[in-house]
């Protein structure tokens, strides 16, 4: 794994000028993430989630590595679910449906369907057949963290990451 993690410009600064390999070639990707303060260089998917995972790391192995996984994962929730909060459909929510999207995260929610009409984000290792908890329908947004391509694939989907990959 090999990837370099740069911290982004900001207020209408140029970005970083890409890094570029030993061999003087540029990496394959770049990824912008955490809230875009942060651009990770690398060559495949496995170097762009040892970046982003990298800060939440406590050890090494692969047991550490599910466990980091995990903390992007409930991170990217906190934060990406109070961003969902402060949308104008917010309004629409009943008080119960606001309870839940805005209450603690210290544990995961547990609904049988959400049909609020802010998704609530929710993280996979945490409801069947991974976790306890029964799986909900409805308007959810999983974040999964099973694997470091689950976990990529699933912040694409969520839009809070950014992918480019280098031409040519």
């Given at each position: 794994?090999?990837?370099?993690?740069?911290a982004n410009s900001h207020g209408g600064m140029s970005p970083?000028?890409?890094?570029?390999?030993?061999?003087?070639?540029?990496?394959?990707?770049?990824?912008?993430?955490?809230?875009?303060?942060?651009r990770t260089y690398g060559d495949d998917g496995v170097d762009l989630v040892?970046?982003?995972i990298h800060p939440f790391l406590?050890?090494?192995?692969?047991?550490?590595?599910?466990?980091a996984?995990?903390?992007?994962?409930?991170?990217?929730q906190v934060v990406l679910q109070a961003s969902l909060?402060?949308?104008i459909e917010m309004e629409s929510c009943n008080a119960e449906q606001r309870s839940v999207l805005l209450g603690s995260r210290a544990y995961p929610p547990t609904v049988r369907m959400?049909?609020?009409?802010?998704?609530?984000?929710?993280?996979t290792s945490f409801y069947r057949p991974t976790g306890m908890l029964t799986t909900p329908r409805g308007n959810i947004l999983w974040l999964d963290p099973t694997t470091g391509?689950?976990?990529l694939s699933s912040l694409l989907a969520a839009n809070v990451v950014v992918l480019a990959e280098r031409s040519g």
């Open positions: 794994m090999v990837f370099v993690t740069y970083p000028t890409p890094p570029r390999k030993g061999d003087g070639s540029h990496y394959r990707f770049e990824l912008v993430h955490e809230q875009g303060l942060l040892a970046g982003v406590r050890g090494s192995g692969p047991r550490a590595e599910a466990a996984r995990i903390r992007v994962a409930v991170r990217t909060a402060m949308g959400w049909d609020a009409p802010v998704p609530l984000v929710l993280v391509e689950s976990l």
